[in-house]
């Protein structure tokens, strides 16, 4: 049994060691990740799920239970490595291999060995997985959990296809889509006399009762949970009505596809686009078995549920690729396999290769040059691995200055904040108004008595560029804005 899968676990060693060493590179740090691994690290120094992000005090934030696992496991490998971009970022790289692992193991009930590490391997080599498997959020584990939930599904083994998809709530809301996906492929196997009525009740009422737990766990958190999250998913356009959602979906596809975005890092999959199409073609013409519609039909299943949700984040696409590569096992042929590992490591290339030189823990070291660790300051969330917790308030705060009858001023005197390390962005997006508002909010507000404060209270102590963390808009970066670091006097 083991020479049986000896190939897979090398591969996977392999993959993980190549991997490990671009962790701080590829792709950039996305204040994204601070964010969560901020909250995760508050959590902990207060031992209590009650809290929020320390870097936030005007911006309002809720506990609730949603991703109340993910930060647990956060807090394990904080625990465990200590608090940098590199522990959180090997959480997702821990969660894409396992994810592998059992992508090979599903492939191997229905293929030959060889074909299923061979398509494996491409899975392990595509850019969006790579990207993901990067990432400090939550769309690897959720990747993960779809195909562990699949191969339990392939095993038969239900009741713990149910738990997984069940506990899978308190990592991201995007458990919602693989919970769909699983859920039609219940239907279509109950449909087709695969499993009997009582399994499919299991599944729906076992995520009905995950679903009321984590919920009570909120209410607990929060006793006005359900108003302060609905109230923030109207900041998300998630209250839009179906027809408006509907309306903008193309523009979510077209978005990834001319890898246009703000802050988040698109890579090329345009080729990708044209591989899935004519591979499902191929499935539907000559491949129509049970099992491949099944898939099918959950790749329509994922888009009809980013709809429903309503969230266009471009990171969420990668929860359709597992099951591209499920159809595309479907095809041996040799010329077809190795025009895809071409297309696979030229693309990964092209995308990886510019940021081979972004470093992050050089943008750290510039910021030490002149402020300590514990100080307290005012800067962008993207320098929260520098800073001991809660040293740092991040600038989505300033947009409520107004709503809470805050001058700037005021602001930084009250929270005895002695350094504001300013980002010439700001100078960009007040100036592009308001088009960038979706950044910070809008800097109108509170823009012109920043600087009066910078240039009135406080001494420039110093300056340096940076052709990433710089400019958080990513169609503007490696422009070498300058970051500029006040002392308040």
Known sequence: MFKKVKSI?????????????????????????????????????????????????LYPRFPHSIKILFHSI???????????????????LIFGCIGLYFFYRILSKYCTKNIALIYTILLSLNIQFIYASHFARQEIVLVCIEIIALFLFSQKKYTYTTIVCAISIGIH??????ASVMGS?????????????????????????????????????????????????STLNVDANLIDKFKNFDNFYYKIYQMISATYYTPDIRIYFYVFLVSSLYVLLKKRTLQNISIIIGIII???????????????????????????????????????????ILNSSINIYPYLNNDYESYLNNIEQYVSSDSKVLANL????????????????????????????????????????????????????????????????????MNIFLNENCNLIGEFTDSTYSMRIVRYQNENYFVKIYQVK
């Open 185 to 233: 492929i219940y239907l279509i196997s109950l449909i087709n006399k695969k499993i009997e009525l009582r399994t499919f009740i299991f599944y729906i009422l076992g995520l009905c009762i995950s679903a009321i737990i984590f919920i009570l766990i909120s209410i607990y958190l929060d006793n006005q949970f359900f108003y302060h999250y609905f109230n923030y998913g």
């Open 302 to 344: 994922i888009n009809l549920a980013i709809i429903f949700i309503g969230r266009y984040n471009p990171t969420s696409i990668i929860l359709m690729f597992p099951l591209f590569y499920l159809l595309l096992a479907n095809i041996d042929n040799k010329y077809f396999i190795i025009t895809l590992f071409i297309i696979s």
């Open 382 to 449: 993207n320098t929260e691995y520098y800073f001991e917790n809660d040293s740092l308030l991040d600038y989505r705060n300033l947009y409520y200055l107004k709503e809470n009858n805050i001058t700037f001023e005021e602001y930084i005197y009250n929270n005895n904040i002695e350094y504001i390390i300013y980002s010439e962005e700001m100078d960009f997006i007040y100036n592009s108004r308001p088009i960038w508002n979706i950044v910070y909010g809008n800097t109108y507000y509170y823009y012109e008595d």
């Open 74 to 92: 956060q807090i394990i490998f904080l625990k465990l490595f200590g608090y940098n971009l590199f522990t959180f970022r090997l959480i997702s």
């Open 9 to 57: 676990h090398l591969y996977l060693l392999s993959y993980f060691t190549v991997n490990i060493l671009f962790l701080n590179m590829y792709p950039f740090m996305h204040s994204d990740e601070s964010w969560l691994s901020n909250l995760s690290r508050n959590i902990l120094q207060n031992k209590s799920f009650k809290v929020t992000e320390s870097v936030f005090d």
């Open 173 to 178: 809301p995007n458990s919602f889509i693989v």
